[in-house]
Nanobody
């Protein structure tokens, strides 16, 4: 079963940028599509961006043009580059496989605030 360790979050001002990383263990990483999710306070977890095993990417509308998902199969790591951050991007960010593994990581907190 897969395990995920997210990192790279922090406090950033509106308009700022961050790059999140997610290291995966326990799976043959290159064979899986990967997804970044986020959960804001009081809201359900939502998909943000996905990347297939072949590198095809997809994004929810409100992050298109601002977020970029990528992967490094040699490092078993998926990344999320985020620019032009907005307060509404504030959330805990998680990664998982496209068909989610049963155990989620701790996530990494992203706070966008003046």
């Amino acid at each position: 079963q897969g395990q995920f360790v997210e990192s790279g979050g922090g406090l950033v001002q509106p308009g700022g940028s961050l790059t999140l990383s997610c290291a995966a263990r326990g799976i043959t990483f290159s064979m899986y599509g990967m997804v970044w999710h986020r959960q804001a306070p009081g809201k359900q977890r939502e998909r943000v961006a996905s990347i297939s095993f072949s590198g095809r990417t997809d994004y929810v509308d409100d992050v298109k043009g601002r977020f970029t998902i990528s992967r490094d199969n040699a490092k078993n790591t998926v990344y999320l580059q985020m620019i032009s951050l907005k307060p509404e991007d504030t959330a805990v960010y998680y990664c998982n496989t496209a068909i989610p593994q049963p155990y989620w990581g701790q996530g990494t907190q992203v706070t966008v605030s003046p």
